[in-house]
């Protein structure tokens, strides 16, 4: 596996469901990162963390929450979510904050709310 | 309020013309500028990028250029081919690794 990888790729889910998104990077990067995007907007960043600590919450709801067990993954669990929460999922990494500023994105995690 | 924009929502180039895309921002505090390409289903994906200190930045087929007087930056893709087709955001580089994108163009090179 080479680049960033999230998985599932698509997930359907009701408002009472509990779920969780996986990402993993094999770039030996020290920074991950979770994006939402929606429908017609831009990407919106969620959650930076760098050397396994959040280092940013972009005022993103509780029932998103992020766990970063090392630097290669990156999982979001999912509760209670509403039917707006529907969106793209894209996890990200680089070297770390404060390097270069290139991110590498995965593929997505396609999200649908019931 | 949205401190990096692209107004264009599409833009349509014939095959081997040239393909202008634009991007506006408004925070002079921006470090570095960046440009990725996002086809469906997949990830985006870093294309070039140009820091604050220059005006320019080429590679290959693609140039960045950077005015920051007008807080204006363009991508040229030039000759156009069409698996050049996508959705092409810029972004901006704060503090602690912030990306900061605009809300995308989809250019569509037409064979």
């Known amino acids: 596996e080479t680049g960033v990888t999230q998985t599932p790729r698509h997930l359907v889910m009701g408002m009472t469901n509990k779920k969780s998104l996986k990402c993993e990077q094999h770039?030996?990067?020290?920074?991950m990162y979770w994006y939402k995007q929606s429908a017609k907007k831009p990407l919106e960043l969620m959650f930076v963390?760098?050397?396994?600590?959040?280092?940013e919450n972009n005022s993103v709801p509780s029932r998103f929450s992020p766990e970063c067990p090392n630097s290669s993954h990156l999982f979001l669990h999912l509760h209670t979510l509403q039917p707006e929460d529907s969106a793209l999922y894209l996890c990200?990494?680089?070297?770390?904050?404060?390097?270069?500023?290139?991110?590498?994105f995965g593929p997505g995690t396609r999200l649908t709310v019931l | 309020d949205q401190q990096v924009k692209q107004n264009s929502p599409s833009l349509s180039v014939q095959e081997g013309r040239i393909s202008i895309l634009n991007c506006d921002y408004t925070?002079?505090?921006?470090?570095?500028f960046l440009w990725y390409k996002k086809y469906p289903a997949e990830g985006p994906t870093f294309l070039i990028s140009i820091s604050s200190i220059k005006d320019k930045n080429e590679d290959g087929r693609f140039t960045v250029f950077l005015n920051k007087s007008a807080k204006h930056l363009s991508l040229h893709i030039v000759p156009s081919q069409p698996g050049d087709s996508a959705v092409y955001f810029c972004a901006a580089s704060g503090q602690g690794g912030k990306l900061i994108f605009g809300q995308g163009t989809e250019l569509s090179v037409k064979p």
């Open positions: 925070n002079s505090m921006f470090d570095y």
């Open positions: 963390y760098n050397f396994k600590e959040q280092t």
């Open positions: 990200a990494s680089s070297q770390e904050t404060s390097g270069g500023p290139e991110q590498f």
């Open positions: 770039l030996g990067h020290n920074a």
